[in-house]
């Protein structure tokens, strides 16, 4: 075999191996940004305000991706922009292998195979509609099935939530439930499609505590069962740790850290991740007073335009900070944007 024929098989060895190890991301996301306009009281001012910027992620078949980060920080005009009820700026939505563009066949392909929970289950679902009709919505609007096979699907579904009696529960408004219920029938109707990715944006932060473990281990059960990817959107770590397997860190739109979930919170490498983990309620009274490794009391500083977006507020900014750090590999599939070495 000659020497070019050699390197010409290398290559399409190369390009083989690399199609491979991505073959299993259902979804990504590549280097997208959104800006919004803000306006002064009378309009004689504008600024432009990044909600998003240069993001990039991936996500697995059957994982569940959390994006955590304060709010401002980007976690739902992400889910907007993925589900194309909102433009983008810049970037890509990559889903199957095959780039969602502003389209209706392809917004279409996206919207069939990508639902959403919501995080208010008073706001999410029409209280004139009857929780029959609530979830079939989706079924008709895609014109999935006969409408036996409709029927059928409602019931599947309302027992998958774990909502009966379903004759009674079907024929019954959204105010006659309680809160903890309205919930389900928010997820039963992001499940009716039979979705492969499910985009969560706080699904039990309205909840009372004693029925957040009980959501959450419903969606665990679902998502293991159907091995449906999860991006699920939360501040709460705790809840976080509990659901994820992979973790992104947001601040004022821009990945600071990402990697497996224990890896992340348990050795943080960026100072904002850090001070996330310091603010974590203290259960134990014997802990409210261990001196906390980052406080931060001032407000982020949204005019800050060059450099780390988190020097404003973090006590160990260098020069180097001046300049925006990338997200780099520290250790394996741990990436942090941050010059300093923090442990």
Known sequence: MSYSRFLLLIIILDIVACFCLNMDDILRVEHLSKSFVKKSIFGSHTTSVKATDDVTFSITRGEVFVLAGESGSGKSTIAKLILKSLDSDSGKIIFEGQE????????????????????????????????????????????????????????????????????????????????????????????????KIILADEPVSMLDVSIRAEMLELMKELQRKYGISFIYITH????????????????????????????????????????????????????????????????????????????SRCPYVIDKCRIEPDLEEKNSKHFVACYVEFN
Do not use: W
């Open 100 to 195: 969602i563009k502003d389209e209706p066949k392809s917004i279409s392909r996206i919207r069939m195979n990508c639902q959403m929970i919501q995080q208010d289950p008073y706001d999410s679902i029409n209280p004139q509609m009857k929780i029959r009709d609530i979830v079939l919505e989706p079924l008709e609007i895609h014109n999935i099935g006969t409408k036996k096979d409709r029927e059928n699907r409602l019931v599947e579904v309302l027992k998958e939530v774990k909502l009966e009696p379903v004759n009674e529960i079907m024929n019954k408004f959204p105010h006659m439930l309680s809160g903890g219920q309205r919930q389900r029938v928010v997820l039963a109707r992001a499940l009716s499609i039979k979705p």
């Open 236 to 311: 709460d770590l705790a809840t976080a740790r509990y659901f994820g397997q992979r973790i992104a860190i947001l601040y004022l739109g821009r990945i600071v850290e990402m990697g497996p979930i224990d890896e992340v919170l348990l050795k943080p490498k960026h100072p904002y991740t850090q001070a996330l983990i310091d603010a974590i309620s203290e259960p134990d009274p014997d802990n409210l007073d261990k001196i906390k490794k980052i406080r931060i009391k001032e407000p982020p500083d949204l005019a800050t335009s060059e450099g780390c977006r988190f020097q």
